[in-house]
């Protein structure tokens, strides 16, 4: 592990993911970035933003204090777009040989429904992929 990229949400799944990658980088001494991406959906306008820009920058401004306390630094990432397939993106022009995401515990109606990132992540990125669960 020379490259880790953390999917980062704020959220719960998205602390076990800082969590673990803070870890996977300190025991391997790779280069950390965490991401945030603001979620975007088709629309009227060709896209709509679906969650607020603001809050994804906070998040990572918070993600990058707690992984600033534990001796260590990382770049952050703020794209827009569809989380899963704009993580596989970024980790691929990037360079990234792991990605850490967080898995919000779905069960099965609710991953159809809803979709997951984490398995659609770990089912096709290029990289290895670490689902904190």
């Not at 607020?52 to 630094?73: M, N, Q, Y």
């Not at 691929?92 to 429904?113: N, P, Y």
């Not at 990132?117 to 904190?132: F, G, P, R």
């Amino acid at each position: 592990m020379k490259k880790i990229l953390i999917a980062y949400e704020g959220e719960e799944p998205g602390q076990r993911a800082l969590q673990q990658g803070a870890d996977l980088a300190r025991a391997f001494g790779a280069d950390l970035s965490v991401m945030s991406v603001t979620p975007w959906r088709r629309g009227r306008v060709p896209l709509d933003p679906w969650d607020d820009a603001e809050a994804h920058a906070k998040a990572l401004k918070a993600a990058a204090t707690w992984v600033s306390h534990r001796g260590l630094t990382a770049e952050l990432l703020s794209p827009a777009g569809d989380p899963a397939q704009t993580i596989e993106e970024v980790a691929k022009a990037g360079a990234f040989d792991t990605i850490v995401v967080g898995s919000r515990g779905l069960g099965s109606m609710s991953r159809f429904m809803q979709g997951s990132v984490s398995e659609h992540v770990a089912t096709n990125a290029k990289a290895s992929v670490v689902v904190a669960r």
